[in-house]
């Protein structure tokens, strides 16, 4: 769609022969996919000529509010952001818009009005909340299935909307329980660790199913899984989300059951974006949904893997 220029990118058609500055500002490092975003996010940056630049938030809401302040300070011509939570946005995002900065989210939202950022890239994480439990209600043993859950970073879009997805795929499948949720905070640590308080506190009780908001918290419990003397992938199934190459090994090892990808190139479609915006003040949908896609072990997770290997994951 296209709008009258706004004075914002009158200033950027102005500027659009000279390399483009983008701040970003990432959560931190916390999985496999989010290193390879932030990864693919410097090799578009550099494959466009556009001067990026990188702010670490270690997983901190003031740290990230603390970089958008700077990037606005330095006068950047747009930020990227992917917000560790969905809320606490609007002032920063009225400071950027007020400095006529475009702002695009990255593969988180915000509950902000949608009128403060230019545009969101990112998949719909209720979906992708759903084809996890859609799996299991199609692959799950006959009879009671007890499902633990591993919630990603507590208060983040995608812990809050992979849960509903997964609950409302499940929901008339009686035989489904959810009996224990709790964050892992997206880490592989995080997922260990409360793997095993799970186990300690479901010993003797059955558990069919690990449902996992990302592959990192999966990979943690499967190894704690093993150290208790079971089987993943067979004793309890696994289903999470990301497709990182190492979950396709523990595919191919028999160790996890499906996952469902989300891609870590966002910039791409990102960046796109704000050069349509910078040339003539293109104004692009407010959502730019990526794909989300459903692994199993029937897939080749070998060559899902070795596609994957070099992507800086
Ligand atoms: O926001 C996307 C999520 O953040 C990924 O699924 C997870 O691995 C990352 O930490």
Redesign the pocket.
């Known amino acids: 769609m296209k709008t009258l220029l706004t004075s914002a990118a009158i200033t950027a058609c102005a500027f659009a022969a000279s390399a483009q500055t983008v701040g970003f500002s990432q ?1 931190g490092s ?5 290193a390879a ?1 932030t990864t693919l996010t410097r090799q578009q940056a550099e494959e466009r000529g556009i001067d990026l630049r990188f702010s670490d938030a270690q997983q901190r809401q003031e740290n990230q509010i603390a970089a958008i302040r700077s990037f606005v300070a330095q006068g950047v011509d747009a930020i990227l952001l ?1 917000p560790v939570v969905a809320t606490g946005w609007d002032s920063v995002l009225e400071e950027a818009q007020e400095a006529e900065i475009p702002v695009v989210l990255l ?2 939202r915000v509950d902000s009005s949608d009128d403060l950022y230019l545009t969101a890239v ?1 998949s719909d ?1 209720v979906h992708e909340g759903s084809v996890a439990g859609q799996w299991l209600v199609d692959n799950k043993p006959e009879g009671t299935c007890r499902v633990v859950e591993l919630q ?2 507590t208060g ?3 812990a809050i909307d992979r849960a509903t997805g997964f609950r409302n795929a499940i929901e008339g499948n009686a035989d489904i329980e959810i009996v224990r949720s709790q964050t892992g905070d ?1 880490t592989r640590t995080g997922g260990k660790e409360v793997m095993e308080s799970f186990l300690q506190a479901e010993a003797g009780n059955e558990i069919c199913a690990l449902y996992a ?4 918290m999966a990979l943690g419990a499967i190894q704690a899984i093993k150290e208790a003397g079971m089987d993943p992938g067979d004793d309890i199934l696994i289903v999470s ?2 497709a ?1 190459p190492d979950i396709f090994q523990a595919m191919a090892d028999g160790d996890a059951n499906a996952t469902v990808e ?1 891609t870590p190139n966002m910039a791409g479609p990102a960046f796109d974006a704000l050069e349509a915006y910078w040339a003539d003040g293109t104004e692009p949908e407010k959502f730019i949904q990526t794909e989300s896609k459903l692994y199993t072990q029937s897939d080749d997770p070998m060559a899902e893997y070795e596609a994957r290997k070099d992507l800086g994951y």
């Open positions: 959560i916390e999985s496999g996919w989010r975003e992917a593969d988180r990112g994480l990603g970073t983040s879009s995608p997206f908001h990302n592959d990192d989300i990301d990182v989300l």
